[in-house]
DNA sequence: ATACAAATATGTACTAAAAACACATTAATT
DNA sequence: AATTAATGTGTTTTTAGTACATATTTGTAT
């Protein structure tokens, strides 16, 4: 981008006319918000009232505002939605075909963010939002399904070279439940050793020196997050 | 993004007022385009002739058109500032910062592109263009530098496992210019055994039984890339 | 024509990582 | 005390990666 926005910019300043050919694409985010309960990796949707997307569920996202961040746009709709903060976000695909949004022109940035959704309380009910297993999803409105295909298809990239599978769980979880949660995201079985063996080396974890509770047969030692290791973090207000 | 949207977009249509806080905004794309000559990874920038950065280099964008995706902004951009088509490209980022664009709100989507420098021609003067070799870029206009680094560092996680290394040579090519290619990206020397043996594993490559001409010592084969293995191609127009 | 220089071409031994696989241990339940 | 259902750990095998040396081909200089 150069000179020529520049003068397009300083045009669409004083000539009121030429700037509905700059300012006329709407911006968005979209937010892909995993959780992860019982060997099942879920994604929170919220229902679409829209006419043309009657009965289908669609992922949470706004306008982005003028004097707004983009990832202030993610906290902010993390916040106004579930009620929580200081959420793991990552910033995935901008998806801009013309005619992806039937009212209008609007271009949106996907993001995907890791929630521990058994331990943290969200506000769901008042914005009528569920958590739906992500492998049930088959359709969504817009291109939702895509961008939680493409998100997936992400955190499943990513999610054994970074740290990034604690933020679905409780401060203090055993190995059984940490190999739960690649299962899930990956979709496949583990071999219990292997993976073990896998963990130890990449030195993210710390023994707490204490067992699980309530669990009716041996229980496993717990473990937490070596501190130091996520900085992703940032609250929204 | 949902029904809240659609509320805005809809009132938008009719209260003009409104219209503003909800399409201010400007949305471009920047492409960084990387090109390879004798063992050196160049990128294409232009010189920015905006005041505040006055004397420093810019890479090509524009503002995307109401009426265009943002892939097709960036084919027109490579197009109209170089003449290329049929140039591979793909999307790394999106960056929203609200002051990243000294007049005005600009959020911009990043592309990089890889093209054959040695062998497309290129319109460069007449745009003001030139190559740079990307290790010695210390300085740009805007965020430039930063998603320069950030371009750069995708196409480094990317070139072991995608065949895309390829768009950066002629139809054919010698073992030895491969090599280069991948330790210029790299930035790190490979040793040739090793990496003939990984990219015969790759199964990336057919040997053409010809040899290079007019070098001054003993010629090597030359080989040329597998069918099918290249999708991300459009053309322009 | 011969010797030399500068590159290509190739194979093997060693090391590290990944995958396959089995048995002992602990705590709760009966 | 025996049973059940999970946790916890070690060894072998296979695969992939790294280090490394010599023969071959062509062009050039003598």
Redesign the interface.
Known sequence: ??????K???N??IEKKNRQ??????????CVIFGYDNDELYVLL?Q???EEFQGLN???????K??????EASFRILWERTGLQNVYLE?V??F???NR?P???????AYFSLIDMQHQQLNIAEHQLNWYPVRKVKRL??DHLEILQLCLHQLQQKVMERPVVFHLLPPLFSLRELQSVFEAILGIELDRRNFRKKIAIKDWIIDTNTLEKEVNHRPGKLYKLKAGLVNNFRPYQ
């Open positions: 981008m150069s000179e020529k926005i520049i397009a910019l300083k669409a300043a050919d700059y300012f006329n694409i709407a911006v968005s985010v979209d919220m679409s009232d829209l669609s992922l949470l996202g706004d306008l982005v003028p004097n707004e961040d983009l990832t910033q695909h901008t801009g075909k013309i949004h009212s209008g022109r609007v271009i949106t940035t409105a817009f």
